[in-house]
T-cell receptor, first 110, second 117 residues
Framework: GQQLNQSPQSMFIQEGEDVSMNCTSS?????WLWYKQDPGEGPVLLIA?????ELTSNGRLTAQFGITRKDSFLNISASIPSDVGIYFC??????????FGTGTRLQVFP | ETGVTQTPRHLVMGMTNKKSLKCEQH?????MYWYKQSAKKPLELMFV???????ENNSVPSRFSPECPNSSHLFLHLHTLQPEDSALYLC????????????????FGPGTRLTVL
């Protein structure tokens, strides 16, 4: 089945550093979503992107919908301890099915 | 209560037990979903209900039986599960603007952590 390649799988960074993660697909998506999941909780929507080239911010988070419609990235600036968690990308294809990446596990050290 | 709620949060059951997971959404959405989340695997879509009709069943074994009595409630009935069914089961909802499977942003509940012994 269709898969999203999300990288990196995990990141260990110092508080205050910037973070960047991305997702790529072999096929085109109409929508890109970024979620964060805390331990023992469900994913929480961070940013939704609906147009190729779109750049959207949510506080210290910025995400972009790639021009080719096959990729998206998420940046977190000036990381803080509460940024710890697993970040998932999700893409919606022409069948309207939502496909999730495997997640990026972020650990922030003080 | 706001958003999407799920009960119970944790469930331990034997392979011969029958149990049910409950999901309730308070967002006025018309589509609801069940996902399975296993360690180190992407979220797996199990079932989709749109306007209380099941519109997708992703080759899920019959020991999982969904029920959607109205647009706000979704159940997952469990019967004779296997240890490999242990996972986090997530419910989500969205506002479906078409009659298709999934067209809008999905909001997730906190999940039920299921352990099958």
């Amino acid at each position: 089945g269709q898969q999203l390649n999300q990288s990196p799988q995990s990141m260990f960074i110092q508080e205050g550093e910037d973070v960047s993660m991305n997702c790529t697909s072999s096929s085109i998506f109409n929508t890109w979503l970024w979620y964060k999941q805390d331990p023992g909780e469900g994913p929480v929507l961070l940013i939704a992107l609906y147009k190729a080239g779109e750049l959207t911010s949510n506080g210290r988070l910025t995400a972009q919908f790639g021009i080719t419609r096959k990729d998206s990235f998420l940046n977190i600036s000036a990381s803080i301890p509460s940024d710890v968690g697993i970040y998932f990308c999700a893409g919606q294809d022409f069948t309207d099915k939502l496909i999730f990446g495997t997640g990026t596990r972020l650990q922030v050290f003080p | 209560e706001t958003g999407v709620t799920q009960t119970p949060r944790h469930l331990v059951m034997g392979m011969t037990n029958k149990k049910s997971l409950k999901c309730e959404q308070h967002l006025g959405h018309n589509a609801m979903y069940w996902y399975k989340q296993s360690a180190k695997k992407p979220l797996e879509l199990m079932f989709v209900y749109s306007l209380e009709e099941r519109v997708e069943n992703n080759s899920v074994p019959s020991r999982f039986s969904p029920e959607c009595p109205n647009s706000s409630h979704l159940f997952l009935h469990l019967h004779t599960l296997q240890p490999e069914d242990s996972a986090l089961y997530l419910c989500a909802s969205s506002q479906d603007h078409d009659s298709g499977v999934s067209t809008d942003t999905q909001y997730f509940g906190p999940g039920t952590r299921l352990t099958v012994l």
